[in-house]
Structure formats: C-alpha cells, structure tokens
C-alpha cells in the first residue's frame, strides 16, 4: 500500500513548514506531498500566518524535492478558469520533471470564497465537468493543433493548448461520495478514485459504485487507482496518541473510530483493512506539521508492516 503524506495548510502553514514537511516526506521513504486547496481556515483559531496558494506551493517545492510525487486534494473548480489551470499545472509538472498528480473538485466552502471575492455559483458540478473535458483536452492535444470547446459555461476558440505537460499524461484523480454523478465522472476523467475521510462499509460501496461506472463505460474497472483519504494519528504508547490526539484538538476514541490512530500495529491493522476492500493508497491527513517525529514513527514502524 502506497502511504502519502497530506497537508491542511489553510489551518495555519507558511511555505517554509511546508517544506520541512516535503522533504521529511521525501527523506523517509514516503511516496507523495499532497495539500489541499483552501484560502480560510476551519474551526476555531485565528488561522496565523494565512492561506497559502496550492498551485505556488507545488511549484516551489517542485524544485525543492526531487522523488515524491505531489498535488492536490483537490484544487477547487471554482478558484480558477480552466484554460489557465491547465497552464500553471503543465508548467509546475515540468518544474518537477514529470511529479504532479492533479485532484480536482467541484468547491464548496462557500466562506473562503465570500472572504476573498471568488464567485460561488450555484451550479458547480457542471462547471467541474467542463473544466475536465477542458484541461485533459487541452493537454491531449496534438502540437501543432488547436483546441476548441463549446459548453454551458466555458468557450475555447482555436486555443494552441500550450504548454505540455512532463508527463505523456498526468493523473487525475476524482473523489467524493455522490451516489451516481461521481462515479460516473471519474469513469470517464479518472487515474485515481478517492474516498475522504469515510468508513471501510462507505469506502467499499463506492469504490463499488465507480468500477460498475467504469465498466459501463467501457473501461476496465482495474485501470483506476483506488484510495482513501484518512487523519493519522500514531504514537509509541497511550499516552503519546492522547498527545498527540490533544495537539490537533481530537478525542483519541473518535479519532480512533473516525481515522487512523492508535500504536503502530493498530494503524497497520486498519490499513490492512481498508487494503481488503479496495484501497491500494492511503494519503494521510497531518495535521500537526511541526511534528515531524511523527512522520517518522509512521515511516519506521507503521509502514514496513503494510508489505
């Protein structure tokens, strides 16, 4: 099973943290940097020192880290237009010589957009499918041809759909729990299906729910990647799990029933469990990123019992 490490920064980060918790990641063997996207915290704080952008971070540490793959859970469809996403992440995939994974969701934190003037439409699964159809267009497209589209909500005309990506194709991964319309999306857009914060009997019905999509849509269900999105929270004994529960304002029993959390050999049990429903990757939401002595117990005593 595939462990990535993943990042909340809008609850507090700057660049430089985030950094240390890269290459942290990179140095202990795991596979992936991953954040996600948001301009305003959540919960209680003041949320000092403020949001950081998805997009600036990747490039930055594209150029910091040389293995680990990185991307987003998930850049939101409504922060930026999709012609101009399609640029910023070819350009960061060339930074990184061929590392980024690209998450994209609809967007749904209607505040950070109130707190920032970002337009917050009612119609936001359409505008996500567009956005797909346009940026896999865009980077599928021939040189030396042009791209055009004609939706509901963006136009392209004769666009050059420069510049390329590193990769032949960057994946993309599509998530959440919609009963229909997302397994359906990720059928057709898809390397990747994830499945946030959810219990083995939601995770195993939707992963369901997107190999029946796929295989309607006459994709081989296999081709996807399946994974889950979970908070980690592990230490040597009780009482570093109830510390380390404390630092992030969790209750160890809920974290416990709700994520991963617990010692070692507990996480790696319920690792294992999800592995047998489906998932062959795991991004592991830290939420405590000065902690770096607990990314170093994951990679030390968790991960070498996954197999």
């Known amino acids: ?19 240390k918790v890269a290459r942290a990641t990179e140095d202990l063997g795991f596979d992936a940097f991953f954040r ?40 939101a469809a409504t922060f930026r237009l999709p012609g101009v996403l399609a640029i910023q992440v070819a350009q960061v995939d060339q930074m990184s010589g061929g590392r980024i994974e690209f998450g994209l969701g609809a967007g749904w934190f209607e505040e950070e957009h109130s707190a920032y003037g970002i ?8 505008r996500l499918e567009e956005q797909l159809a346009i940026i896999t267009g865009l980077w599928g497209t021939e ?66 729910r997107v190999r029946a999509a796929a295989e309607e849509a006459g994709r081989n269900a296999d081709e996807l990647v399946y ?19 404390a630092a992030i304002g969790r209750d160890v029993e809920e974290l416990k029933a709700n994520g991963l959390a617990g010692s070692p050999a507990e996480v790696a049990d319920k690792l294992g469990r999800y592995a047998a429903v489906g998932s062959s990757r795991v991004y592991l939401q830290v939420l405590d990123l000065d902690d770096l002595d607990h990314l170093e ?8 019992q996954l197999g």
């Open 1 to 19: 099973m595939d462990l990535r490490i993943f990042t909340e920064p809008q609850q507090g980060a700057d660049y430089d943290t985030l950094l």
């Open 36 to 75: 996600s996207d948001h301009y305003l915290r959540m919960g209680a704080g003041d949320g000092l020192p403020g949001p950081t952008d998805a997009w600036i971070t990747l490039a930055g540490l594209a150029r910091e880290t040389s293995r680990i793959r990185l991307g987003t859970l998930m850049t």
């Open 119 to 126: 337009p917050f439409p009612k119609e936001k699964f359409g």
């Open 143 to 208: 040189t030396g041809k042009t791209f055009s589209y004609e939706g509901k909500h963006y136009r392209l005309a004769d666009s050059p759909a420069l510049p390329k990506p590193a990769q032949q194709k960057i994946p993309v991964l599509i998530g959440g729990h919609g009963a229909s319309r997302t397994p359906r999306l990720a059928a057709r857009y898809a390397d990747e299906f994830n499945m946030p914060f959810s219990s083995l009997e939601d995770t195993e019905r939707q992963f369901g």
């Open 227 to 245: 994974s889950n999105a979970l908070v980690v929270c592990v230490g040597k004994d009780d009482a570093e799990v109830a510390r380390r529960a």
């Open 297 to 304: 117990l994951i990679s030390a005593q968790v991960a070498p």
